[in-house]
């Protein structure tokens, strides 16, 4: 079956720019985590959804990053006005039910801002 | 804040040889989970542990959870070129906040 899928895979934009990053779960997963990792780190929490509820978004680093999972499926981390600083890879992770903990990660945005 | 810390940072290990990693949080934690993730790849979820004093295997590998559920162990017995990567624990609070360590990175010298 398929596994989690981010899109796209790679991103470069320049300084300023808005991107958005997707991540579509596994079928009927019901939390989804968004997470950033910096190379040589672990992955830095973000936030997350049950269903279509955000349920943490503490670590979101400042207004300018932002996401919604509207049908409680597929989930669109945005970033706005976009700052070199913002460049890292994305991750998504799913899982099958609240408090379930086995988390399926999916490949990563690499996003570079130049 | 919360925070998870993971020693050693990097670990090289001649194949064959035994290796352990320790996890430690700086509050109690709810359960810990461990992964693995692979040069180039993603994190790939290995055990999760729950219970005070627990110790779970998986063939090579064991895990174990503190008593005070505020650390955590992964050791790798006779480790093979195949166990490369960074091993990560993740501890989750009481607020399902998962909170990953820096991780491991263990090499293996054939």
């Known amino acids: 079956g398929a596994g989690v899928s981010q899109s796209p895979r790679y991103k470069v934009t320049k300084r300023g720019q808005d991107v958005a990053l997707r991540c579509d779960p596994i079928s009927g997963h019901v939390s989804l985590y968004w997470y950033r990792q910096a190379l040589g780190q672990g992955p830095e929490f973000l936030t997350y959804?049950?269903?279509?509820?955000?349920?943490?978004k503490s670590g979101l680093p400042n207004d300018r990053f932002s996401a919604e999972r509207p049908e409680g499926s597929i989930s669109t981390l945005t970033i706005q006005r976009t700052e070199q600083r913002d460049s890292a890879m994305y991750r998504c992770?799913?899982?099958?039910?609240?408090?379930?903990?086995?988390?399926?990660f999916g490949p990563g945005t690499r996003l570079t801002v130049l | 804040g919360q925070q998870v810390m993971q020693i050693p940072q990097y670990q090289h290990v001649q194949e064959g040889e035994d290796f352990t990693t320790y996890c430690n949080s700086s509050t109690t934690l709810s359960n810990i989970q461990w992964y693995k993730q692979r040069p180039g790849g993603h994190p790939v979820f290995l055990i999760q542990l729950v219970k005070s004093g627990e110790v779970k295997k998986q063939k090579r590998l064991t895990f174990q959870f503190g008593e005070a559920k505020k650390n955590s162990s992964l050791h790798i017995t006779a480790t093979q070129t195949t166990d490369v990567g960074t091993y990560f624990c993740?501890?989750?609070?009481?607020?399902?906040?998962?909170?990953f360590g820096p991780g491991t990175s263990l090499s293996v010298i054939p």
């Open positions: 959804f049950n269903y279509e509820a955000q349920q943490d």
């Open positions: 993740a501890g989750e609070t009481s607020y399902d906040k998962v909170i």
């Open positions: 992770a799913s899982s099958l039910r609240v408090s379930y903990n086995e988390q399926f």
